[in-house]
């Protein structure tokens, strides 16, 4: 039987993983222009949020929890205006999420509960998973509905499952 860490390991990185897979449809029916687009001042583009999901997770777990340097430029994320492609953005998601996965699969116990510094605050290696699933979840819906608002269309994530079935 798989221990609690375990599965908090194994979770959090299928997410994750799911997560990645509904990035790469949604940036796979956008075009290059719709990728970047901006539907107001207060909002992030796709191109936007994927860099900054790329942003937090290389800092939070590349950097915190693994052992690269952290040269994360935060505000960069949201001023580029369309310095990669499609392609580009996605090898950069793929690399910095394949990094990620492996990092959480191998942290032991005690970097579960060992605290970090991340950004302006302290957490533990646990704190760390939970609020990076989170958030790349958050922002996963968010370029989700950008790409329904755009398309008009059903993004399919759920085709061939009863979602109504109780067990």
């Given at each position: ?122 957490e533990s290696g646990t ?38 079935a109780k067990p």
């Amino acid at each position: 039987m798989p221990s609690v860490s375990d599965h908090l390991r194994s979770s959090s990185i299928k997410h994750l993983n799911e997560g990645r897979e509904r990035l790469h449809k949604c940036l796979g029916l956008l075009s290059e222009d719709q990728v970047w687009k901006h539907a107001n001042t207060s909002t992030a583009s796709v191109g936007n949020l994927v860099l900054h999901l790329c942003g937090n997770v290389g800092q939070w777990i590349n950097s915190t929890l693994g052992s690269d340097a952290d040269q994360r430029v935060r505000d960069a994320e949201f001023s580029d205006t369309g310095s990669l492609d499609k392609s580009q953005l996605l090898a950069k998601l793929d690399e910095t999420m394949t990094k990620a996965t492996t990092i959480i699969g191998a942290l032991s116990d005690t970097d579960l509960i060992r605290e970090f510094d991340v950004q302006c605050y302290r957490e533990s290696g646990t704190a760390i998973i939970v609020h990076v699933t989170e958030h790349f979840s958050y922002h996963v819906g968010q370029v989700t509905l950008h790409t329904k608002l755009l398309l008009d269309i059903d993004t399919g994530y759920y085709a061939g499952q009863n979602l109504n079935a109780k067990p």
